[in-house]
């Protein structure tokens, strides 16, 4: 299994727009040195503890500061973006990553931010038809080929090359398509028969799911599988990723304290809790462990819900619900505030790089 970052980031909402930045950038420096393979950064316009709203800004900052680990915008919201602009960034980026990119796309989870730009009452389904229109115009726009289309939402084209009769290339378009002419594409799912990982089947792109529970958990990959099939793609679970809330130190004991007096505590008791109810993401949790709602506290979630504990009962975890899912190929893990304490943190995960991530494998088929 590979390991890799999700950097949401869950700040405490006293930090600084400058810390926040610094606190992204040092994830991303420590991962890379640290033997992770990937790290993902979100996108969100409105969210107090979710307070990144530009991740190309975090992703092109730490191309600068780090050697081997590959990035990715997880997600970049369609919706909220002129399609033909992101598609020139992206790009961009892509060329500037010289192959540690990829791009993650998603409809969003916030009306709010949805709201900011211009979108109101936004239902499911509207957003996912702007979605595959963006990605549309994105695609057309690198391959460079001359178009103009006015879509429902959007509008956009690319240029004829124009001959400037000095038999030269000093005024040909600049080329932003992306590195090395392809891009892998990752897509976000949450609901249970989640729309979103049904359309990573049928584009055969990467499916990235949080996880909700086992249960919920398998329908995506079924979802995605048949999808996938379907439209003559090869469903791979190696390209799997699935986010989590990880904790790894040398014992059990020491990894649940820190992790439920750290940063991971400390934002789901306050943030995450009332959040995953609201979205329906702690019944599957509890439908899983035969529990009630009523049993549900910061103790229990860490428990039952965060994979806490030594690299032994990680990698115990880790193998029980790959058995019972199928397994993934990337463990994302969701990153928190450890700024005022950021050893256990780092150290928490090279635990994960280089004592759990290579002792999981997807299991036999
Ligand atoms: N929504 C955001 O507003 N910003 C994000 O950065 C973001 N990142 C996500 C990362 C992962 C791994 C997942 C699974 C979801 C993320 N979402 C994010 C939510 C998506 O925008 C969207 O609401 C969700 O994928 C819809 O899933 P569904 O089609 O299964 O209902």
Request: with cysteine; charged share 25%; net charge negative.
């Amino acid at each position: 299994m590979e390991s890799g970052l999700i950097h949401i980031p869950y700040m405490r909402p006293e930090r600084t727009s400058r810390e926040t930045f610094d606190w992204a950038l040092a994830n991303a420096r420590e991962a890379d040195k640290r033997g992770f393979d990937s790290m993902m950064v979100a996108e969100h316009a409105t969210q107090k503890w979710e307070c990144i709203p530009n991740p190309e800004l975090v992703i092109a900052a730490a191309a600068a500061q780090t050697e081997r680990i590959k990035f990715a915008p997880m997600a970049h919201l369609l919706p909220q973006h002129h399609p033909a602009g992101l598609a020139i960034q992206v790009g961009w980026l892509s060329q500037i990553l010289e192959g540690r990119y990829f791009l993650g796309v998603g409809a969003g989870a916030y009306p709010q931010s949805s709201y900011v730009h211009g979108i109101r009452d936004a239902d499911s389904q509207s957003l996912n038809e702007m979605v595959r229109e963006a990605l549309d115009i994105m695609e057309k726009v690198w391959k460079r080929e001359p178009f103009f289309m006015e879509g429902k939402y959007w509008s956009a084209g690319y240029p004829e090359e124009v001959e400037d009769g000095h038999d030269d290339d000093q005024h040909k378009l600049a080329d932003y398509s992306p590195y090395g002419g392809k891009l892998d594409i990752a897509v976000t799912g949450l609901s249970p028969n989640s729309p979103s990982i049904r359309f990573a089947g049928e584009r055969g792109f990467k499916p990235v799911s949080i996880y909700s529970g086992s249960s919920i958990l398998k329908t995506h990959w079924e979802t995605y599988e048949k999808a996938a099939l379907e439209n003559s793609h090869v469903p791979d679970r190696s390209r799997y990723h699935v986010s989590q809330t990880v904790f790894v130190a040398e014992t059990d004991k020491e990894a649940r304290k820190l992790a439920l007096e750290g940063g991971i505590g400390y934002c789901f008791e306050r943030y995450l809790m009332p959040i995953w109810e609201r979205f329906g993401m702690i019944e599957g949790f509890v439908k899983d462990a035969g529990a009630e709602m009523s049993d549900v506290n910061l103790e229990w979630m860490c428990d039952n819900v965060w994979i806490v504990g030594s690299p032994e009962t990680v990698v115990e975890k880790m193998n029980k619900l790959f058995e019972f899912t199928g397994g993934w190929g990337t463990l994302q893990v969701e990153s928190h505030d450890y700024i005022d304490n950021p050893t256990p943190w780092f150290e928490s995960l090279e635990l994960i790089a280089n004592e759990v991530a290579p002792k999981i494998a997807l299991p036999e088929k």
